[in-house]
């Protein structure tokens, strides 16, 4: 669980995210949707505590952020930032390792990071050289490093996993492969946050979606109630219409460029 109250974060004399206040539930599979600048990436950054915010406290499971060590920080929550620094000469499997670096036992871990390869499709490619990988290849990777670090039991902590578009270089079937393992995680107790753009792909995965536009909330709630095309017309300056999806029971999402 993670909860934010009055959160703010400004820059010189820019509010990137303005006094936000909101509650992620374990369970669920939250995304964060808006427009390039909305704040969506600032505002993941200060809730896994890479940033400190100007105003406001960020708790995990009822627990301010600034009483966590860094060691129990890196266990309750997994972060898959937008681009992962790629480690000089590691193969992907050491890469994957990486996730058991809070525990210190990356060395007997080797079974269960080739099934975290496995479970992000990426198992064959576990002794490849990480700087020799594709775009989508080396995202399948990060992505299998961070299940690693918080693992796929059953949880009942309400531990996190906070995604920043994690698909942005996958193909339509990795991208479904990579949402369908973030919401078998939300189904396992893990509280799942994803920055996302892809308006369809988050009516179709997310329980929850938080809508941002200039560093604040315009909306949140279920994918149906908060995606009306006037909202997502208004937050992302387009035409937009919603219909039902053919394929499942959510919104479906057509927009154009309004005439000039
Ligand atoms: N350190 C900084 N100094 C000044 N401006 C910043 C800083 N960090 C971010 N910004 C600005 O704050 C705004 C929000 O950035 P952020 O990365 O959170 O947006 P975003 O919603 O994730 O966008 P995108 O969809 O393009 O990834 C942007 O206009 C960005 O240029």
């Known amino acids: 669980m993670i909860e934010a ?3 703010s974060f400004r820059v010189r004399e820019r509010e990137l995210v303005r006094s936000l206040n909101l509650r992620v539930r374990p369970g669920e599979f ?3 949707l808006g427009p390039n600048g909305a704040g969506k990436s600032t505002l993941l950054k200060l809730l896994c505590g890479q940033l400190k915010p100007t105003t ?3 708790f995990f499971a009822g627990k301010p952020l600034a ?7 890196a266990k309750y929550r997994a972060v898959l930032p937008q681009q992962s620094a790629v480690p000089f000469d ?4 050491e890469v994957v390792l990486l996730g058991r670096s809070p525990y210190g036992d990356a060395g007997s871990q080797e079974g269960l990071a080739r099934e ?6 990426s198992e064959h490619l576990a002794d490849r050289v990480v700087t020799t990988l594709s775009g989508g290849e080396l ?4 992505f299998a490093r961070v299940l690693l670090q918080i693992g796929w039991r059953p949880v009942s902590d309400g531990r996190c996993l906070m995604l920043d578009e994690p698909i942005s270089n996958l193909d339509p079937a990795h991208q479904h492969g990579a949402l369908q393992v973030a919401r078998n995680m939300a189904r396992r107790g893990v509280t799942v946050l994803v920055v996302i753009h892809d308006l369809n792909l988050a009516a179709q995965y997310a329980d929850h979606v938080i809508l941002m536009k200039e560093g604040g909330i315009v909306a949140e709630g279920a994918p149906a109630e908060v995606m009306t095309a006037e909202r997502i017309g208004d937050v992302f300056s387009v035409h937009a219409r919603i219909t039902a999806n053919p394929l499942c029971e959510a919104p479906a999402v057509f927009v154009e460029l309004p005439p000039r």
């Open 5 to 7: 109250r009055q959160l």
């Open 30 to 32: 939250t995304a964060i």
């Open 56 to 58: 406001g406290t960020i």
């Open 67 to 73: 009483e966590w060590s860094a060691r129990d920080l």
């Open 90 to 93: 590691f193969t992907a499997l």
């Open 116 to 121: 975290a390869l496995r479970m992000t499709d």
């Open 139 to 142: 995202q399948r990777v990060q």
